[in-house]
Structures are given as C-alpha cells and as structure tokens.
C-alpha cells in the first residue's frame, strides 16, 4: 500500500539567476519548508522575466502538481510583471485588491509617505486572489487556486511561507538519514543498489565528495517510515561494516 | 538590428536540490561561464532521478536552445540515469565508450584497482558521443548533438566546463554595469522604467535589499554594446543624482 503522495512545483522568475548575478536560496528553503508540510517538492524551473516563459512554466506545473509556487517579480518595477503573467496564464483580470491597497496606505502612511502609482503596483492581484501576510515590507504575496505567489528576496519568502506554515494539506513528511563513508562509491554501488531494492518505499542517493585529498561519499536514506528508514540504513551500515569501511553516521 | 542571440538552457538532474539536502552550485557556474562564450542562459529546470522527467525536459529544452546542458547522475550506483535517460530521450542505445573504458583503465589501473562493473558504468554513453574531458576523476562528461552531459560535483561540473571554453559558437556577451541606491525602488520605478525604454537594446533589473534598517536597491544595465551600457547607466546616475539619491557605482 502505498500513501498519497503531495507534491509542489517551483517556478523561480528571475533574470538575475539566470545571468549568474544572483545564487539562489529560495529552491533550498522552499524545499525543506515544503518537506516539514508533508509535499515533495518535485520540479523546479528558473524562467527569464518574459511573460511567455512564465505563463508556460505556470500552466505546466500547475496542471500536474497539488501546489505550483513561483518566487520574484512581485515589487514594483517594470520588472516585475509575475502577476500580468499569471493573471494571463489564468485567463482572469489584474484587479488592485482591497486589503493590500489598505496595507500599503497603512504601512507608508506610518512613514508619512504616499502611496504612489509605482507602489499601488504591488496591491495588483489575478481577480480572486487572496493575500498572504507579509511582515517585512509592504507588498503581500497572492495566493490564487493552488498557486502561491512569494517574493524573490529569500527572507521576505521565508516570512510569507512561514505564514502558510500549517495551512496546506499534505501527506507524510519524507523522512531520511545519512550516512557517509571514505569509500569510492563505485565500490559499494551494488551494496546499495541491493538495499535500496529490499527495502520497499525507500529511495538510496548517493552523492560523492572530493576533499583533503580523499574520496568519500554520502548515501541519503529516505522514505517516509521511519522504520524503513531506520532499517535499510542499518542494512546499508552493516553491508559498509561487513566490507571493512567505516560507516559515519550522520555523514562526513 | 539586432544581433543573433544564442541560448544554452541547463537541466539539473537531482533529488538532492528537490529535497534541499544539498544547495545548487551549477546554475550561477555555468551561466557565468556561458555568458563568457557568448551565450545566453535562457532556462533552467531542476527535475528527480526519474528517468520521464529527465526526458521530458532534456527533449523540450534541447529542441528550442542552440545547447542544452545537464549537470548530475553520471556517477556510478543506482541514482545515476542520466545516460540512460538521454539515450532513451534521443532513441539510440547506451553503449561502451572505447575511450572513455581506456581512460577508466589508465585511472583505477594507476591505483593498483579494477575496472569493476560499477566503474564500468562511468564509460557507458549515447551512441555517436564524444566524450568532455574530466581531470578530476575518471569519469568523463558526454557530448552528443547540442547537449553537454556534466558531472553533478560543482568543481568536477567547472573543469568539464573549462575543457569546453572557445569550442562552442557564440554570439556578443551580454555586458552590464551596476548601479546602487540607497532608495526604495518604488521611489525609482518610473526613471528605472524611461531609461530603459529609451535605449534600445537595454534591460534594467532592480534587485530590492534590506540590510541594517535600510532599504535600498541595485540596478544592474545589461546590452551587448559597451556604448549602450554606458549610456543608460549614466542616464540612470543623472536621473538619481537629479532626485537627490546618491548612486552608488558598482553596486551597494
């Protein structure tokens, strides 16, 4: 039996990752919040700011995972055109929303400042949106069937997901541990492809490293029962143990 | 007249970026690197160890870019389909390498081991490839039609990537200059927005940052013309100096 599994896409909307300027923190932080919600994060595209490679990317991802979100192009430039895009991949309006116009009053009325035509952009939401909460600065993200708009600037996105956190039905968490091991993968390759295959629900990654001169690698055991989890490691410790390396738990 | 424009898209082959166990290194390397030969990095996709998914964004990205590039899954366990994925992308068989089975020789042979069957792995590629040399360890990368197969091990990826430099046609590098403010850029997004428009060939991004109680912004001019870069950043620097902000050359 095998549970339903939850899974999220991530469109990360951006020429400046895209150009090398910018190194992405969002996929990490995305990934890892998405996890402890119980939904894989299965795909991720890094798209260009057009409005062609966003609605593709969108109406792709969308249509085939529980949750699509996208991160950037939110503020109030001319580059930020993520909610033409998805107001068009959705084939509905761009209305200013009510309660975000208000927020926007609110928070440069506090600095005694207007809210001009260029920030009043960032109340304009796809028609029947919902705003998520933004406490760090003035522009909220959008939540619009099961797309969820987020800022680029990675602690604005992690303030708004940490508002989500809770709010999201998913399944159950993947699970997973680690264990490393000065050894060239290629010589325990069939040890673990044997534990990976007896032991059902679990996925085995191994991932080589390279450092002081030597070569070791970490494998990752993960599936969602930490019984299995806990058992094909034990397999794969004993299997590295019976081999004569040394199995590090937590990794090296 | 516009120049003829190059693009490279990248596929990211890991369940180890998907799960943030691991950060991605490879998209700010190879974008760099592309931009260095002329080439725009037009897109990029970060996809499981699933051999479907791997072929769904190989033969998408690899039918509208002049290249396409894969980083991850060419090791030797049970998580590296990469080859056998794009073999299967492209229709034709996996087959031994002659070269890259000497090399694999040469390597563990200087070491005192065998080739074993894991190893053998590592010299398995698409019929009709080339291989891309690897100084680092034994495996090499692949290069079959427009796609460039690259170990997934940031510093193994970059010398990959250096054995390429020059070879691939290119077009004009994308220039640009930075420019920033200590402003929101709200404050800015109607210059920002004129600035661009009246220089042709000219795309301003602006990248919001909030560090020490401040909000502030860089501006960063990209064109392939030194000329045109020049001027829309002097156009910019005139503009904030004229709105009493104080621009900041290089960037804050």
Same mark, same amino acid.
């Given at each position: 039996?095998?549970?339903?599994?939850?899974?999220?896409?991530?469109?990360?909307?951006?020429?400046?990752?895209?150009?090398?300027?910018?190194?992405?923190?969002?996929?990490?932080?995305?990934?890892?919040?998405?996890?402890?919600?119980?939904?894989?994060?299965?795909? &991720?595209?890094?798209?260009?700011?057009?409005?062609?490679?966003? &609605?593709?990317?969108?109406?792709?991802?969308?249509?085939?995972?529980?949750?699509?979100?996208?991160?950037?192009?939110?503020?109030?430039?001319?580059?930020?055109?993520?909610?033409?895009?998805?107001?068009?991949?959705?084939?509905? @309006? &761009?209305?200013?929303? @009510?309660?975000?116009?208000?927020?926007?009053?609110?928070?440069?009325?506090?600095?005694?400042?207007?809210?001009?035509?260029?920030?009043?952009?960032?109340?304009?939401?796809?028609?029947?949106?919902?705003?998520?909460?933004?406490?760090?600065?003035?522009?909220?993200?959008?939540?619009?069937?099961?797309?969820?708009?987020?800022?680029?600037? @990675?602690?604005?996105?992690?303030?708004?997901?940490?508002?989500?956190?809770?709010?999201?039905?998913?399944?159950?968490?993947?699970?997973?541990?680690?264990?490393?091991?000065?050894?060239?993968?290629?010589?325990?390759?069939?040890?673990?492809?044997?534990?990976?295959?007896?032991?059902?629900?679990?996925?085995?990654?191994?991932?080589?490293?390279?450092?002081?001169?030597?070569?070791?690698?970490?494998?990752?055991?993960?599936?969602?029962?930490?019984?299995?989890?806990?058992?094909?490691?034990?397999? &794969?410790?004993?299997?590295?143990?019976?081999?004569?390396?040394?199995?590090?738990?937590?990794?090296?």
């Amino acid at each position: 039996m095998s549970e339903r599994v939850w899974t999220a896409a991530l469109v990360i909307i951006g020429d400046e990752i895209l150009s090398g300027r910018t190194a992405d923190r969002n996929i990490g932080q995305v990934a890892v919040w998405l996890n402890a919600q119980g939904i894989r994060l299965a795909e &991720v595209r890094v798209v260009a700011d057009r409005e062609e490679a966003i &609605v593709e990317a969108v109406n792709a991802l969308r249509a085939r995972n529980d949750y699509c979100f996208t991160t950037g192009g939110i503020g109030p430039t001319h580059d930020d055109i993520t909610v033409d895009a998805i107001a068009a991949a959705l084939g509905v @309006p &761009v209305v200013i929303h @009510p309660q975000a116009r208000a927020t926007l009053e609110a928070y440069y009325g506090k600095r005694g400042q207007e809210v001009t035509d260029a920030r009043l952009r960032m109340a304009r939401v796809p028609e029947g949106a919902e705003l998520i909460p933004n406490r760090m600065s003035g522009a909220p993200g959008i939540r619009i069937g099961n797309l969820f708009i987020l800022a680029g600037v @990675p602690h604005i996105a992690a303030g708004m997901l940490d508002a989500l956190t809770g709010t999201l039905e998913g399944g159950l968490p993947l699970l997973s541990r680690t264990i490393g091991c000065w050894v060239a993968e290629s010589e325990v390759a069939d040890l673990l492809r044997e534990a990976e295959r007896s032991h059902e629900g679990v996925a085995i990654g191994s991932y080589p490293l390279f450092r002081e001169g030597r070569t070791g690698a970490n494998f990752v055991i993960r599936a969602t029962s930490q019984a299995v989890v806990d058992a094909c490691g034990d397999a &794969v410790a004993a299997g590295l143990a019976s081999a004569g390396f040394e199995a590090v738990e937590g990794g090296i």
